[in-house]
């Protein structure tokens, strides 16, 4: 398994992540996760939508429960399928969802297998968490965008990524 250091930090601290960095211009892996009723969910499952996948260390923490709110906000105006993924269980997001009024985002936990994670280089080796970031895949399942964000305990770029999101509308 690949492991990169130097690419994030959470308090100054450097990590490592794990797995299979992605860039523009890759196919999307395809992956599995777990919906909130504890269901497989595929990426394959939302093939010729345009997709923004919102990465989150944890949903129960204030960035990112903002980063999740945006995104939800943003979907009102915005035609394309939006995944948040985190490794929280299943059973927190879905009651996250529920007090939060989170209605347009679809929470995904990759808890179980990390096969997200890994597939795209997300795997925080130190926490056995997700690092925070977003990728942007075309209805082709082309990757157009990615970032991982330096320090972990900052917001990622909304504003960019709405905007290459419309690109692709």
Do not use: W
């Amino acid at each position: 398994m690949e492991k990169h250091t130097g690419k994030i930090t959470f308090g100054g601290n450097p990590l490592t992540l794990v797995g299979s960095l992605v860039k523009i211009g890759d196919k999307a892996p395809d992956f599995t996760v777990l919906n909130s009723d504890l269901s497989p969910f595929s990426l394959n499952s939302t093939a010729g939508k345009v997709r923004i996948i919102s990465v989150v260390p944890s949903i129960d923490t204030g960035i990112c429960d903002a980063q999740t709110r945006r995104f939800n906000q943003e979907a009102a105006n915005l035609d394309v399928e939006i995944l948040t993924i985190s490794c929280d269980l299943p059973f927190a997001l879905g009651r996250f969802c529920a007090a939060a009024g989170i209605d347009k985002v679809k929470t995904l936990s990759d808890h179980r297998d990390l096969d997200f994670g890994y597939k795209y280089g997300f795997v925080i080796e130190e926490l056995r968490l997700l690092s925070r970031g977003i990728v942007i895949i075309d209805k082709n399942d082309v990757i157009k965008y990615v970032e991982y964000v330096a320090e972990v305990a900052s917001h990622p770029n909304y504003d960019v990524a709405i905007a290459e999101a419309k690109k692709l509308l």
